[in-house]
């Protein structure tokens, strides 16, 4: 079979499992100013958000641009630098890159046809004690309503750099959705999903920093379980290819069931269920860590293997 990645029991076997994953968001800043000395249209743009952390030397200071706590103007400033043939990469928290400035995405850049890389940070609530200003889990699920963007959802950082490099020398909309939650291995960059292991009963895919979790909440299951570290475009040839039952559960670190359609579109000539399991719509007003978060949506293994249980049987 072509198109995916199966992970085998010798890379299993043979890759090295580090006792603290390395947390992406410091990759992504010691990685930057390299990217800009490699590339001369590279340009960062940040909002306050990482301007303590990134040590730009002398050669390319002059394209670590700090714009303050003005996140219109950010995805504004990329849209006129794109159009002056620069290659911008924005950062900041996913709900001041993407909410707060949903309207200059969608005319600076979708309208105007030019490319950013946009880079998040916090997840949906990796900053828990700071309430609901710096949850993001309507990231994804807002930039489906505009078209052509590719959305990364990396596990590890080695994940997050690979795709990072891949897209600074395009010009396309590129969403690159990091977290402070990882897995402890590489499993794949996509755009194509790996195959993490294979069963008769249905699919579980999951997305991003959610593959251990996963994994080990279907420990004994006889289920697939298919590994997405990119989401749009969504791999519907890999879940067809692999599908044993029609049954096919998402487990997503943001909004729950934002992937659904794409499922149901790729299973439209046949009679399919889909369960999306992420962030409920609901607010929750204490604040609490994120693992609180993730057992209050049921987003930690005993949740996700209640939930996947329960709609298999």
């Known amino acids: 079979m072509t198109g995916f990645a199966l992970l085998t029991d010798t890379q299993h076997a043979t890759t090295s499992e580090p006792t603290t994953p390395p947390d992406l968001r410091e990759r992504f800043y010691g990685l930057l100013p390299e ?23 002398a050669a390319v200071a002059d394209r670590v641009i700090n ?4 996140e219109q103007l950010l995805v504004s400033a990329a849209g006129g630098l794109a159009l002056a043939g620069m290659r911008p990469v924005v950062h900041t928290f996913a709900p001041f890159l993407v909410e707060r400035p949903y309207e200059q ?58 795709q990072l490099r891949a897209a600074l020398p395009g010009d396309d909309r590129v969403y690159l959705r990091l977290s402070g939650a990882s897995n402890a291995r590489p499993y794949g960059t996509g755009p194509s999903m790996t195959v993490l292991r294979r069963g008769s009963r249905g699919t579980v895919v999951a997305v ?16 697939t379980v298919l590994y997405a570290p990119t989401v749009r475009p969504f791999d519907t040839a890999t879940v067809r290819a692999t599908l044993s039952e ?14 659904v359609r794409p499922v149901a579109e790729a299973l439209r000539d046949v009679r399919h269920r889909v369960l999306g399991l992420g962030v409920g719509a609901a607010e929750l007003r204490r604040y609490g860590s994120p693992d609180d978060h993730d057992a209050a949506h049921g987003l930690d293994v005993a949740g996700i293997r209640r939930s996947v249980t329960r709609f298999l049987s």
């Open 208 to 223: 991003g920093p959610l593959a251990d979790r996963t994994l080990a909440a279907v420990e004994g299951l006889d289920v």
């Open 35 to 57: 990217l800009l000395a490699s590339d001369p249209r590279a340009v960062a743009l940040l909002a306050d958000i990482g301007a303590g952390y990134i040590e730009a030397p």
């Open 105 to 162: 995405l969608k005319l600076d850049l979708g309208h105007q046809g030019v490319g950013a890389v946009l880079v998040s940070a916090g997840g949906s609530y990796d900053m828990a004690g700071a309430g609901e200003t710096h949850f993001g889990p309507r990231d994804v699920p807002l930039l489906d309503t505009l078209e052509g963007w590719t959305v990364h959802v990396p596990g590890h950082a080695d994940e997050a750099e690979a």
């Open 67 to 70: 714009l303050g706590i003005r």
């Open 246 to 259: 029609p049954d096919v559960v998402l487990v997503e670190p943001y909004l729950a069931g934002t992937s």
